[in-house]
């Protein structure tokens, strides 16, 4: 049973930056592991998503250009730099995990999921 663990998040003003870290209890080369996100009353949304194996990445419209994902596949941890903040980034963030690699920002095709991490964006 893979175990994710989410960290970094907080309450930040707008126009602020935060890092977000996803440690996992053993990530492999098939996986790929994505960051998503849900604000009250709203579906959840994938945000971004990177393979372990080449480092590939997808990102969402609305965080393209201001987020990045990265890993460290030495320390099974994945991040997520979160520039430009804006009000609407507002919301819990949950990392996930596919073990079969296939690079999507679907919710249903991740097997494993963290228990998330507030993210506030707020003056």
């Known amino acids: 049973q893979l175990q994710l663990v989410e960290s970094g998040g907080g309450l930040v003003q707008p126009g602020g930056s935060l890092k977000l870290s996803c440690r996992g209890s053993?990530?492999?080369?098939?996986?790929?592991i994505a960051w998503f996100r849900q604000a009250p009353g709203k579906e959840r949304e994938g945000v971004s998503c990177i393979s372990m194996s080449d480092g590939s990445t997808r990102y969402s419209d609305s965080v393209r250009g201001r987020f990045t994902i990265s890993r460290d596949n030495a320390e099974d941890t994945v991040y997520l730099q979160m520039d430009s903040l804006k009000p609407e980034d507002t919301a819990v963030y949950y990392c996930?995990?596919?073990?079969?690699?296939?690079?999507?920002?679907?919710?249903?095709?991740?097997?494993?999921w963290g228990q998330g991490t507030q993210v506030t964006v707020s003056s």
């Open positions: 996930a995990a596919d073990v079969d690699g296939v690079g999507s920002l679907l919710p249903i095709i991740y097997d494993y």
């Open positions: 053993g990530f492999t080369l098939r996986y790929t």
